[in-house]
């Protein structure tokens, strides 16, 4: 059964920069998998922040991106402000089937 | 403007069959790209995916869950509908459907709490 690896947590200072990075048990994440990458916040539904590894959405914050780094799918927030502090989840493609990562809790402290 | 909304029991008896609908606007499912999928949450856990229908009526399914799962769509109604078999209280998540754009997530419904319990 495939995996999808997230660091299960991270702690960030307002202002800093932090990467959140999602991994594939079947080897190093490509393109041709469309890493998508979601916001979520206590008692919402997710919110989609990155589609097909690095597009933004025309509700993402200018301050979030999307990338390839080191075999794994990337988020990367800059400048991170408090209303970031979140669950981020990734989701990678496996043909038509996804599999979730299972999720970064960010703190902004 | 695209939204999805789920709707279906809020509470079923271990080893019913659960059955959920997302019902959508702002889109039409048999343009082509266009795809909806089904998530679950189990409270304080991680998303899930469960099922995917496509334009073009291709189906997709969890490897874990495949055996219990059938996914519908009614494009006349704007509706994808998803049947999950022998419930057990482990089943107990919020369940969420998704449009995506053939590989792009873009709108999620606000989900619905399914209780599994006697």
């Known amino acids: 059964q495939t995996v999808v690896t997230q660091e299960p947590s991270l702690t960030v200072s307002p202002g800093g920069t932090v990467t959140l990075t999602c991994a594939s048990s079947t080897g190093a994440v490509t393109s041709g998998y469309y890493p998508n990458w979601f916001q979520q916040k206590p008692g919402q539904a997710p919110r989609a922040l990155i589609y097909s590894t690095s597009n933004k959405h025309s509700w993402t914050p200018a301050r979030f991106s999307g990338s390839l780094l080191g075999g794994k799918a990337a988020l990367t927030l800059s400048g991170v402000q408090p209303e970031d502090e979140a669950d981020y989840y990734c989701v990678l493609f496996y043909g038509g089937v996804q599999v979730f990562g299972g999720g970064t809790k960010l703190t902004v402290l | 403007q695209v939204t999805l909304r789920e709707s279906g029991p809020a509470l079923v008896k271990p080893t019913q069959t659960l059955t959920l609908t997302c019902t959508f606007s702002?889109?039409?499912?048999?343009?082509?790209?266009?795809?909806v999928s089904w998530f679950r949450q189990p409270p304080g856990k991680a998303l899930e995916w469960l099922a995917r229908i496509d334009w073009d009526d291709d189906k997709y399914y969890s490897t874990s869950l495949k055996t219990r799962l059938t996914i519908s769509k009614d494009t006349s109604k704007n509706q994808v509908v998803l049947t999950m078999t022998n419930m057990d209280p482990v089943d107990t998540a919020t369940y969420y459907c998704?449009?995506?754009?053939?590989?792009?997530?873009?709108?999620w419904g606000q989900g619905t709490l399914v209780t599994v319990s006697s």
């Open positions: 998704a449009r995506i754009r053939v590989w792009d997530f873009d709108y």
């Open positions: 702002g889109f039409s499912l048999s343009t082509s790209g266009m795809c």
